[in-house]
Nanobody, 119 residues
Framework: QVQLQESGTGLVKPSQTLSLTCTVS??????????WSWIRQSPGKGLEWMGT???????YYSPSLKSRTSLSRDTSKDQFTLQLSSVTPEDTAVYYC???????????WGQGTQVTVSS
């Protein structure tokens, strides 16, 4: 059974780069046909899909965040990473990693990690 755990810095200053890692256990990020995603929820708002990295390394980004978002992975550690550049207070949110067999189908979720953007 796949489990996900987010980790990273909880407080980021405006204009800096947010970096979060999702560690996969009970499975592999190279498992055939699996999608590994980042989703966030800002205060008072709904869930927002940010981007996905496919089992073969292909990446897909939300058009609204594409210019600031980068996804990468470390297959030796079964980890995938989100970097969001030039953050503002509007990027304050709970960030989740998710996994599933369809790009927008999140069958497994991490517990989420709070990231606050503040000086």
């Amino acid at each position: 059974q796949v489990q996900l755990q987010e980790s990273g810095t909880g407080l980021v200053k405006p204009s800096q780069t947010l970096s979060l890692t999702c560690t996969v256990s009970g499975g592999s990020i190279t498992t055939y046909s699996y999608y590994w995603s980042w989703i966030r929820q800002s205060p008072g708002k709904g869930l927002e899909w940010m981007g996905t990295i496919y089992y073969n390394g292909n990446t897909y980004y939300s058009p609204s965040l594409k210019s600031r978002t980068s996804l990468s992975r470390d297959t030796s550690k079964d980890q995938f990473t989100l970097q969001l550049s030039s953050v503002t207070p509007e990027d304050t949110a709970v960030y989740y990693c998710g996994a599933g067999t369809r790009i927008f189908r999140f069958e497994t979720w991490g517990q989420g990690t709070q990231v606050t953007v503040s000086s």
